[in-house]
């Protein structure tokens, strides 16, 4: 079993930075690919970035290709978004999902996830 904390969203003017971090328990993080979705309202859940378990490959959405970057601390059982030049259209809900089967961008191939963090872009 994995629980996964996500923490760092919040109100930010459009052309800002926030970091989200995603906390895992468990002894396993290691092997599991890590991805971060996002959740507009009416909208889809939607793949952002994924890592792979080793930290060797990393997947991005074209829109947030150049301006996030995924990276993971293993040691420390986390991972990050760090996200720049936000633009109105990132406001989301974000989760942080864990995904021990390999390497997948859909949301219905990940076993566990976390309870989101909302991000704000103001225009």
């Known amino acids: 079993q994995v629980q996964l904390v996500e923490s760092g969203g919040g109100l930010v003017q459009a052309g800002g930075s926030l970091r989200l971090s995603c906390a895992a328990s468990?002894?396993?993080?290691?092997?599991?690919?890590m991805g971060w979705f996002r959740q507009a309202p009416g909208k889809e859940r939607n793949v952002v970035a994924v890592i792979h378990w080793s930290g060797r490959d990393t997947y991005y959405a074209d829109s947030v290709k150049g301006r996030f970057t995924i990276s993971r601390d293993n040691a420390k059982n986390t991972v990050y978004l760090q996200m720049n030049s936000l633009k109105p259209e990132d406001t989301a809900v974000y989760y942080c999902a864990a995904n021990r089967g390999g390497w997948t961008m859909s949301a219905s191939n990940y076993d566990y996830w976390g309870q989101g963090t909302q991000v704000t872009v103001s225009s």
């Open positions: 468990g002894r396993a993080f290691s092997s599991f690919s």
